[in-house]
Structures are given as structure tokens and as C-alpha cells.
């Protein structure tokens, strides 16, 4: 099993809908975050978190909100999905504790959002 | 502001020949360094990272990197590229608080046979 799991892989959904995409990690890692990546931009960060008190927002947070419900699961919900957010997401983590915090990102296998 | 440039957006190789992914950035001190590969589908996948010491650091899967301070690079080589090398490569710089992770654009490698 992957060590950090993306929910849905695929989804498509409408103009103004809720959507939320949900990201469980089982490397007890302190720290999780949310990329959206666009051909030809790169990865950008949306939000990150460093403990479940902690959220902030990243570059691009407009139309986007966070939880992180316990240490492992930190979603992603966009509350009135728009055309210009189709996109691929990803989850990442990694470990403040580590003997040298470095940075290090572990990545999720991606979810793949349209919006029609 | 801190900045990663990839100038190649995609690189086209034949395999068994070599291959340098051109990566430059932009920050105010020592970063740290990393590249990630993307294969079709898949997450980000750490391939090698430097962040202090030895300046020609080694990853997995035959890739290299050099680190020049005076260029402000990151270069990632191999000698020779396999079909399964095709993916996507992103080179990322992170803040020293480890905490700010800035990926370039990314530069995707075609391996033809």
C-alpha cells in the first residue's frame, strides 16, 4: 500500500459544485501539503499544514479551504468548483523531525480534477 | 524572491546516449537542492538532493548532480538514458527551514529507440 493515498484518483464534476479531495498518509509525518500542478507551471503550493493546529496558505489558496483532521488526513475542498481549477493535486509530506530537515517531499499518486 | 528556471520544457534523447537536464536558481543563500522525477501517472518520486558537502552528489536509478555555487546550477545527468527514463523532471529548491518548497517548471524527457 502507498504510504501517502490520494482520494479519488479521477474526478469530474460541474460549475459550482462542492468537491473535496481527501489525502491519508501513513509515514507519521508532522507536516502535509496540497500542490496543484499545471503543464508548463510546475508544482504550486495551495496550503500546508505543520501539525493539526497549524494550517497556512500557500501561493495559490483563492477558492480553495483545508482541514486536517487528525495527523495522517489533510483535505483539500474547493467550495464552488470553476473551470480554471481543473488541475492535477497533490498530496505531499514530510518530516520536521527527521535528524536533518532537509525538505524532503513525499509525494501521492495524484487527483486528476475537471471541471466542466 | 527565491526561483527555480528549467530552460528545457522537453528534451528528446536516444537511448543509450547521455543526457543533462539544465536546472538554475535563484536564492539568497546555500539552498537545498533536489530533483524529482514524475513517471506517467505517478507521484513525485525524490531522485537525489544536496544540501551541503560534496558537491557532485549521486541518486538512484544511475543520475548524478553537480552543484556550482558560481552558476547558481543544478544539473542532472546521466550517461546513458534507458526507455524507462522517459518521465517528467522537476528541480525544486527548499528554504533553509525546510519548510518552502519551490519547484521549477519541469522538463520532459522523450527517449526514442
Known amino acids: 500500500d502507498a504510504d501517502v493515498t490520494q482520494t479519488p484518483r479521477n474526478r469530474i464534476t460541474k460549475t459550482g459544485k462542492r468537491i473535496m479531495l481527501e489525502c491519508s498518509q501513513t509515514k507519521g509525518h508532522d507536516r502535509m501539503y496540497w500542490y496543484r500542478q499545471d503543464p508548463g507551471l510546475g508544482l504550486r503550493l495551495i496550503y500546508y499544514?505543520?501539525?493539526?493546529?497549524?494550517?497556512n496558505k500557500g501561493e495559490i489558496s483563492d477558492g480553495y479551504s483545508v482541514s486536517r483532521q487528525a495527523q495522517a488526513k489533510f483535505s483539500l475542498s474547493l467550495e464552488s468548483a470553476i473551470p480554471n481549477q481543473t488541475a492535477l493535486y497533490f498530496c505531499a509530506t514530510s518530516d520536521s523531525l527527521a535528524g536533518m530537515n532537509t525538505g524532503e517531499l513525499f509525494f501521492g499518486e495524484g487527483s486528476r480534477l475537471t471541471v466542466l | 524572491a527565491q526561483s527555480v528556471t528549467q530552460p528545457d520544457i522537453h528534451i528528446t534523447v536516444s537511448e543509450g546516449a547521455s543526457l543533462e537536464l539544465r536546472c538554475n536558481y535563484s536564492y539568497g543563500a546555500t539552498p537545498y537542492l533536489f530533483w524529482y522525477v514524475q513517471s506517467p501517472g505517478q507521484g513525485l518520486q525524490l531522485l537525489l538532493k544536496?544540501?551541503?558537502?560534496?558537491?557532485l552528489v549521486q541518486g538512484i536509478k544511475g543520475f548524478e548532480a553537480e552543484f556550482k555555487r558560481s552558476q547558481s546550477s543544478f544539473n542532472l545527468r546521466k550517461p546513458s538514458v534507458h526507455w524507462s527514463d522517459a518521465a517528467e523532471y522537476f528541480c525544486?529548491?527548499?528554504?533553509?527551514?525546510?519548510?518552502?518548497?519551490?519547484f521549477g517548471a519541469g522538463t520532459r524527457l522523450f527517449v526514442k529507440a
Open positions: 544536496y544540501f551541503s558537502g560534496d558537491t
Open positions: 525544486a529548491v527548499v528554504n533553509t527551514g525546510g519548510f518552502k518548497t519551490i
Open positions: 499544514s505543520f501539525d493539526v493546529k497549524d494550517i
